[in-house]
Every structure is written in C-alpha cells, then in structure tokens.
Nanobody
Framework: QVQPVESGGGLVQAGGSLRLSCAASGRTFSSYGVGWFRQAPGKAREFVAAINRSGDRTYYQDSVNGRFTISRDNAKNTVYLQMNSLEPKDTAVYYC???????????????????WGQGTQVTVSS
C-alpha cells in the first residue's frame, strides 16, 4: 500500500501562490499515476489535476488549467502542485491520491484511486 502525505497548504491572499507537496510512504509512487483532488465545505470531492507515471502527460480541471501545474520527481517519490493566481473559489481541502493506473484518462476519475492522503487546507482570502 502507498500512503500519500500532503504538505504545503495555508492561507494566502487572492492572486497569490502556494506549492503543495505529496510524498509517498510505504511503496513507491513511481509506478502509478497520481492525482490531486479538492473538497470545499458542503461540496463533493472533485478532480483538480493528475500526472502519469513518467510525468510526461498531465490532466487538469478546466477551472485550474493555466493557473495550476502538476509535476513529479520520482527520485524523491514526490508529486507537486504549483498553484498560481489563486482565487477564493480555490479554497478547499486538497487531497493527493495514488491511482490504480499508470496513466490515461482514468486519472480524472476519483473512483480509480485506492490510496488517499489526509488532506491539506488551502484558504484563499479576497
């Protein structure tokens, strides 16, 4: 089992930036796709971004495309989410998860992620 551990959340003003990190404990991340998801109060958990095993293919939710960048360093067993031009609507708990698959469009589907971190809070003030 892979246990993702998120870090890097916090409070930031609108227009600011944060970088989230997701480190894997237990087995390595390197054989799997990894995704970031978020859940705002009273809302369902939603897909934000994902990256395939090798790191050469990425996927984004439309609302974050162009503002967020997902990347990975397999040597460090870590996946990152760089978030720029943050908006109050980005406020949520952000979760990192390990996919069943190495890549492909299934990386957008949270049902295909068996291993989840505890989440990190991101709050964007207006």
């Amino acid at each position: 089992q892979v246990q993702p551990v998120e870090s890097g959340g916090g409070l930031v003003q609108a227009g600011g930036s944060l970088r989230l990190s997701c480190a894997a404990s237990g087995r390595t991340f390197s054989s799997y796709g990894v995704g970031w998801f978020r859940q705002a109060p009273g809302k369902a958990r939603e897909f934000v971004a994902a990256i395939n095993r090798s790191g050469d293919r990425t996927y984004y939710q439309d609302s974050v495309n162009g503002r967020f960048t997902i990347s990975r360093d397999n040597a460090k067993n870590t996946v990152y989410l760089q978030m720029n031009s943050l908006e109050p609507k980005d406020t949520a708990v952000y979760y990192c998860a390990r996919s069943l698959y190495a890549g492909g469009t299934s990386l957008r589907d949270l049902r295909d992620y068996p291993d989840w971190g505890q989440g990190t809070q991101v709050t964007v003030s207006s």
